[in-house]
């Protein structure tokens, strides 16, 4: 008998599949989303669809719960977590996607009764049907309990400890901004690898950015070139970079621009020593090797750069990287705790990219608001500091130390510096003048900020040794 092929599955019973695993599990989304993938029963496009899904409505869970609490006689405590996950799906299609009322009322319903029964698709259509009403009216229940930070944190979906942090430091129109802009879908940068057209002639423009730009445009990926940065682009979407290879054979790297600038606040020369010695996955390390190799010859091999992190499994994908990247033979990897390791040699520059909060990053990483506590940002700026301690050992006389994170908390940025040369004082702050652009430096130090200049949060201090 030949096997009857399993029926499609659609994106949305995907996504409320995939939402109870999260909640289940506390299951990092993207990773969920490449383990479902070639289950047989799934193309390749119900599963770019259902993470699409997955990652939306796991930003806007806590306004899209609040929508429907108002239609949900009884609470949402009381529905199955099926049927919720299913609201919450059509919800987010019906007043973040914008999809017809039609359209994602019917959807929800089907997906109810794929998931559950009969009676759960009445429920969805009814309370689906209340709520597009209420969006075609202009009639959308607002958040008012009078506390602002309640208020931004429900309207925005964000944890409200996060957005009164924000408040105090940025006041209303900031925050609400940086807000909005965690919950857009994200634009992916690439940094061109000088590995465009490995079989051509050296490419033009810095990195071989023009060449990969026409490898883009021909894959309909649309690239932007970066404002920031003269050797990246941007695309508002990777899938078609990945299913070409791109990434595999090495031609780009997928790195935000604000991660690309703190390599050129680093600025490694070639011949110099540099130690990364927080390094993995490897995106600024391969970077500032490229940078190191493309700025001329290193005299008698010299000048390399040693790459250090904890994990083994994450050195081995500096590895990974650098080889796919073309400059192996200037990286080298060591496995090590860098508050315990002997440096086995001064280095003229150190960058300590510390472990963070990664509240700069929480449009690209869905499940992150969730998952932090305000515990977490005293554990990590007591990490911060130890690990600030040890790189600086690393650094010789009249050499420079780099410290940056993707956090824009100033308890784990300005405030880690500040104690720094508080406890050191053969060090001082430099300015990064005009190693980056004008409008992404904040005075001394590099700040970039999604809601103003459309990148990732990111932040870096240049720290120099007295000679
Ligand atoms: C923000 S990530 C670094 C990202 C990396 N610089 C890049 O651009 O791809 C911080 C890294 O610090 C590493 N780490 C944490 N504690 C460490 C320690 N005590 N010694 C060395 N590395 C550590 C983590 O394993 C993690 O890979």
């Excluded at 051509?200 to 990195?207: E, H, I, K, M």
């Excluded at 490897?282 to 090797?289: N, P, S």
């Excluded at 040693?306 to 496995?335: F, M, N």
């Amino acid at each position: 008998m030949p096997e009857t092929p399993a029926p499609p599955v659609s994106a949305r019973v995907l996504a409320v599949e995939r939402l109870l695993r999260v909640e289940a599990d506390g299951a990092f989304v993207a990773r969920l989303g490449a383990a479902r993938r070639g289950a047989g029963r799934v193309d390749a496009e119900t599963a770019r669809a259902a993470s699409d899904y997955v990652a939306g409505v796991t930003r806007q869970k806590r306004w899209l719960d609040f929508l429907l609490g108002h239609y949900v006689r009884g609470g949402l405590g009381a529905l199955d977590l099926e049927l919720l996950q299913t609201l919450r799906v059509g919800a987010y299609d019906l007043v973040v996607r914008g999809t017809a009322p039609h359209a994602a009322v019917n959807e929800a319903v089907e997906t109810a009764r794929a998931l559950l029964h009969r009676g759960a698709g009445g429920l969805a259509n009814a309370v689906l049907r209340a709520l597009a009403r209420a969006l075609r009216d202009g009639a959308l229940p607002e958040p008012s309990t009078g506390d602002l930070a309640d208020d931004l944190a429900v309207r925005h979906s964000h944890p409200t400890w996060m957005v009164r942090r924000w408040l105090a430091a940025w006041g209303e129109e900031a925050t609400a901004r940086f807000l909005a802009s965690n919950n857009e879908p994200p634009r992916f940068a690439l940094r061109a690898t000088g590995r465009a057209q490995p079989d051509g002639p050296q490419p033009d423009g810095p990195g071989g950015v023009d060449a990969l730009a026409e490898r883009l445009t021909s894959l309909g990926a649309e690239p932007e070139r970066s404002r920031w940065l003269d050797d990246f682009v941007t695309v508002g979407r990777l899938q078609p970079v990945l299913r070409a290879g791109l990434l595999a054979e090495g031609a780009c790297a997928v790195q935000d621009e604000a991660a690309g600038l703190v390599v050129r606040v680093l600025d490694p020369q070639p011949g110099e020593a540099v130690l990364d010695g927080a390094a993995a996955p490897g995106g600024k390390a391969v970077y500032a090797a490229q940078r190191m190799a493309a700025g001329g010859a290193i005299p008698g091999g010299a000048g390399r750069l040693v790459a250090l992190d904890v994990s083994e499994a994450k050195t081995a994908l500096v590895a990974e990287a650098a080889r796919a990247q073309g400059v192996a033979d200037l990286v080298e990897t060591v496995t090590a705790d860098l508050t315990t390791w002997t440096p086995p040699r001064p280095f003229d520059r150190v960058l300590l990219d510390a472990p963070c909060s990664g509240t700069g990053v929480l449009a690209k990483r869905a499940d992150l608001r969730w998952n932090r506590s305000p515990e977490d940002l005293r554990e990590l700026a007591a990490l911060q500091d130890r690990l600030l301690d040890a790189a600086a050992r690393a650094v010789r006389p009249g050499g420079l130390l780099v410290y940056s994170t993707c956090s824009v908390e100033a308890e784990e940025n300005d405030d880690r510096v500040g104690a720094f040369l508080a406890r050191h004082a053969d060090f001082s702050l430099e300015p990064v003048g005009a190693l980056v652009p004008e409008p992404i430096r904040d005075g001394d130090v590099y700040r970039a900020l999604p809601h103003v200049h459309g990148t990732d949060g990111a932040f870096a201090a240049r720290l120099r040794r007295a000679g």
